[in-house]
């Protein structure tokens, strides 16, 4: 998404999850005075402006995005003394000058956009200094990237979804839920036909997906 006003209207779903990961995480974060904190994938700097709320007061934050307009747009609206915004592409080369520079990295809901994961992990590992550390918050496997490929497949709406695996996350199709399914129909008590045991797993699996367990 390119335009920041609207970004900034309807990403309460980031901000709400980012809030909770930070109320969960921060507190296991070795703060100290005057900390260098980077923000992966910032967008509009909204998120930006809540995960301040949780660095010490001397720290300084610098948001990076890919995105032009989104740097532009937060640098106007929540730049200040200590915080900056500029344009980076995590999966690009990085400039000498952020190098090991950083205390503390973080990432809400951007890295699953990325398909070059290698890249990204290896430049966020650059990015930090001497006993740096990160908490990185991306999607896995959510039900929505299945509705995306639905959709494609259909003629009416295909011709504007041929790049629809971009738009997916590289951990969608992870294996985990596979092995996971083994594990629970080894154990499962139900005596479901066998006719039906895969559709039933399907739906087992859905629903724990739903759960968020």
């Known amino acids: 998404m390119e335009d920041a006003e609207l970004y900034q209207k309807s990403n309460s779903l980031q901000r709400r999850d980012a809030i909770q990961c930070l109320e969960t995480y921060a507190r296991k974060i070795k703060w100290r005075k005057s900390d260098r904190v980077i923000d992966i994938g910032c967008g509009d700097g909204g998120v930006s402006d809540i995960l301040k709320t949780y660095m ?20 106007i609206n929540h730049g200040d003394e200590r915080t900056e915004f500029i344009v980076l592409d995590i ?11 950083f205390d503390h990295a973080f ?12 890249t990204a992990f290896r430049n966020i590992y650059k990015l930090l200094a001497e006993n740096g550390d990160c908490l990185l918050m991306f999607l896995g496997h959510m039900p929505i990237f299945d509705v ?10 295909g011709a504007w979804l041929r790049d629809v695996d971009r738009y997916v996350s590289p951990y969608h199709d992870s294996q985990v839920y596979f092995y996971f399914s083994e594990a629970v129909a080894a154990i499962n008590p139900f005596n479901i036909p066998k006719d039906l ?11 724990i997906s739903n759960m968020r367990m």
């Not at 010490?56 to 640098?75: R, T, W």
């Not at 999966?91 to 520079?101: D, F, H, Q, S, V």
């Open 56 to 75: 010490p007061v001397n720290s300084n934050l610098l948001g990076c995005d890919i995105s032009e307009k989104m740097i532009d747009f937060a640098n």
């Open 91 to 101: 999966e690009g080369k990085l400039p000498y000058a952020l190098r090991e520079n």
């Open 148 to 157: 995306y490929r639905r959709l494609a497949r259909k003629s009416k709406w």
């Open 197 to 207: 045991f895969e559709e039933f797993m399907e739906d087992y699996i859905e629903v």
């Open 107 to 118: 990432s809400f809901y951007t890295l699953h956009w990325i398909k070059n994961q290698e």
